[in-house]
């Protein structure tokens, strides 16, 4: 199997650019076209297990559009062939200091694109190291 096949990886890079541009700005459409339209997506939050792409639909549309502006560090993104991948990245934002997010995306290309499968965000205080 080969990794990080370079048109593959741009092509996962730009789809995890329009989801944090999506997420900022909360553009809830883009969002939720970004995510499979599955029972079987799941995305764990800070706060929130979300099992099937209708509860994740329903946190989107009712979620709060403040404070979602965030600075993001230490970005992997990781293909595997050409239709999976992985985007981890921490976060930062200027509303909570002293804390570190979280965040992994497990991506599949479907006959439609790409689609996050599965998600985990969380967050920590910032590790002294």
Known sequence: MEVD???VKKEVEAAFALYETALVTNDVATLEALFRND?????????ENLYGMHAIREFRRNRSPQGLIRKLD??????????????????????APGKVGRQ??????FDDGWHI????????????T
Request: hydrophobic share 40%.
């Open 74 to 95: 230490r970005t992997i993104i990781t293909t595997y062939g050409r239709d999976f991948a992985t985007a981890n990245t921490l976060f930062y934002r200027d509303s």
């Open 5 to 7: 096949i370079p048109e």
């Open 104 to 109: 992994s995306q497990t991506w599949v290309r």
């Open 117 to 128: 499968v599965a998600a985990h965000v969380s967050i920590i205080d910032t590790p002294m």
């Open 39 to 47: 029972s079987r997506t799941l995305r764990y939050g800070i706060a």
